[in-house]
């Protein structure tokens, strides 16, 4: 279902939209919205002896179950200063992204008026600090690759894809 399902009027001026799915607008004041996605900035944090850390959610959606550290990008932030953002809300950890290791689309909550998705995804390397769960997290802890949560103890559809595709490209030595 679109986001914008249900818009009837203009938020600026109350006057009845027009259009639907996609795309709404107001004749009135010119105001048009679009159904997109949300973006989020997420880490792939790797320690020195190659495992992967992970969070388990302190809160709904899928609350109990392991994510990656990571969240919604604010208006007008930059991606990775989101992704730097959100590791030291999250984890207490300082980090230094290394690379883009892909974007997934998913959904946020299992409904079907759940919010799109759009995850970027990057590696990075802890520069200082100690894990401590923090904000919407309620532990942490280090997975070696053959530790790897199932796809079904993973929150969101994304985070098993991700891990996933983790597991099976070649390790690289650490820094």
């Known amino acids: 279902m679109s986001e914008l399902a249900g818009w009837r009027y203009c938020p600026r001026c109350r006057e009845e939209l027009r259009g639907g799915g996609d795309r709404v607008e107001c004749r009135a004041c010119g105001f048009v919205a679009y ?82 998705t759009m995850n970027l995804v990057w590696t990075a390397r802890v520069l200082s600090g100690d894990p401590s769960p923090a904000d919407d997290v309620s532990e942490l802890r280090w997975f070696a690759r053959d530790e790897l949560p199932s796809p079904d103890e993973c929150a969101f559809e994304m985070v098993a894809a991700v891990l996933a595709d983790w597991g099976t490209r070649p390790q690289q030595p650490p820094d």
Request: charged share 30%.
């Open 35 to 116: 159904a997109n996605p949300k973006p989020t900035a997420t880490a792939l944090v790797v320690d020195g002896d190659g495992r992967l850390l992970l969070g388990r959610r302190a809160i709904e959606p899928d609350k109990g179950l392991w994510d990656l550290p990571g969240g919604f990008i604010e208006e007008d932030e930059h991606p990775l200063d989101a992704l730097r953002r959100e590791l030291r809300e999250e984890t207490g950890l300082e980090i230094e992204p290394l690379g883009l290791f892909g974007v997934w689309m998913d959904r946020y909550g299992g409904d079907s008026t759940a919010v799109s």
